[in-house]
């Protein structure tokens, strides 16, 4: 299903954005951030340097070819290696430095760092691009603002965003002022996003810093983070964090969460509880339950280690991570737990309703180029005792009928979609009689 995020790439500086960006308190912007250093002597590169690639490691990314770092703490997360090359519109089993370099020297500009908030509400990232000896030597930080502004508004307008607007402006970054590109517009799904873009020049290469929030207030404090120096990490001895391990089950920790806490749900057998949305379901024997390293692995993930944690991380990347599936011996019926986080602005404002007014077009676009013939729409369904909003889908593949029924279930700022696929006969409402509401 299309997701509520938009991710586009804006000219050379490969601007991205998230369209789901929630409010955020003043004095806790995206989370606490330790106490910074505002000033350094740190040198910028030599005119003719070449470029490095930053790392993260403790929760801090450190850039030493550009002399800036930026310090985040558990609420945040960053882009792995895999993920910085995807963005990047590399496709590698195994990313390297050298692989960023490359492309730097072909492509003249690549993304070194991208950073979310666990509930999608604010986003960091960082495009580098190289603009040559005689450039570098001639073209000012507010020249090289100046040449992007007059294609920037134009971009987000062909991309279906509305009241866009830009600026350039003065910011404080790193201790010292460079100029950047305040921007403001409504995205194609109605709401508000606001961006502060900080320009730094280092010898050849132009990096552009963009902080994305749902207010410009937040967007702007986003900036603060990044300080030069020496790294700060948020354990005393920087540490390359370890393999996990092999959990035991359930997938969530058995301890009491707080109310109105995130929580993936536990699996035991072929039974799953989840209290977050207030649900659980037993299958009998004909039924087979993925176990939470067969989840791991089946939500793409490289380690054995699949509870709250990794799902608020995969939600926080952008996915839609499952947290249940299990399907008949025969493979004639499934059922699945999808969840998404709409973000604090979406979640505040969206009802089931609307999420499924979003999603049924993308929906319809994938299943007529999958299927040989199909029929979705809305329609509430008997779920848990109450009646609830689904995408309810009639079609036919290679003469064989299936019946879908996803049934959106929204706690929160997070829509649970329980989806249920029947092939031959029409059986969702019985499968969705194994949940029950927990009391």
Do not use: R
Not at 119 to 147: F, Q
Not at 213 to 239: C, K, M, Q, T
Not at 323 to 328: D, F, G, P, V
Not at 367 to 394: L, P, R
């Amino acid at each position: 299903m299309k997701k509520l995020i938009i991710f586009l790439t804006v000219l050379a500086m490969a601007i991205s954005l998230f369209a789901g960006c929630g409010s955020t308190d003043d004095e806790d912007v995206g989370g606490k951030i330790t106490k910074l250093p505002e000033e350094s002597s740190e040198p910028v590169p030599e005119d003719d340097a070449e470029f490095e690639s930053g790392i993260v490691v403790g929760g801090t990314y450190s850039n030493e070819f550009l002399g800036i770092n930026l310090t985040l703490d558990d609420n945040w997360v960053f882009f792995n290696d895999e993920q910085i090359a995807q963005i990047n519109g590399i496709v590698a089993e195994q990313f390297t430095d050298e692989d960023l370099k490359d492309l730097m020297e072909n492509s003249g500009n690549v993304i070194d760092l991208y950073a979310s908030t666990l509930d999608s509400s604010c986003t960091i990232n960082m495009a580098i691009e190289n603009i040559g000896l005689l450039k570098g030597s001639i073209l000012s930080e507010e020249a090289y603002v100046d040449l992007v502004m007059g294609q920037l508004e134009g971009v987000y307008e062909s991309a279906g965003f509305s009241n866009v607007s830009s600026e350039k402006i003065k910011v404080d970054f790193c201790g010292a002022e460079h100029y950047g590109i305040s921007f403001s517009s409504v995205n194609p799904n109605g709401y508000d996003i606001y961006q502060v873009q900080a320009v730094y020049k280092a010898g050849k290469y132009m990096a552009v810093i963009t902080a994305t929030a749902a207010d410009e207030h937040s967007a702007f404090a986003l900036l603060d983070y990044f300080y030069s120096g020496e790294p700060i990490y948020n354990s005393s001895e920087p540490e390359v964090p370890s393999e996990p391990e092999v959990p035991a089950e359930p997938i969530a920790p058995s301890e009491p969460t707080a109310t109105g806490e995130f929580t993936a749900g536990i699996i035991d057998g072929n039974s799953y509880v989840n209290t977050f949305f207030g649900f659980e379901c037993e299958l009998d024997d004909n039924w087979y339950m993925y176990t939470p390293s067969e989840l791991a692995e089946y939500n793409g993930l490289s380690g054995d280690t699949y509870s709250t944690k990794e799902a608020l991380e995969l939600m926080a990347m952008g996915d839609a991570p499952y947290l249940m599936s299990a399907l008949t011996y025969d493979e004639n019926y499934y059922v699945e737990v999808i969840v998404e986080d709409l973000g604090g602005l979406y979640g505040a404002t969206l009802t089931a309703e609307d999420y499924i007014d979003i999603t049924l077009p993308s929906l319809d676009e994938s299943y007529n180029e999958t299927f040989d013939s199909h029929e979705s729409k809305m329609a509430y369904v008997e779920f848990c005792g109450q009646q609830h909003a689904a995408i309810v889908t009639h079609g036919n593949l290679s003469g064989i009928d299936f019946y879908q029924s996803m049934i959106c279930v929204k706690t929160g700022n997070y829509i649970g979609c329980v989806s249920i696929l029947a092939l031959y006969d029409d059986v969702c409402d019985t499968i969705a009689s194994y949940f029950s509401p927990i009391n």
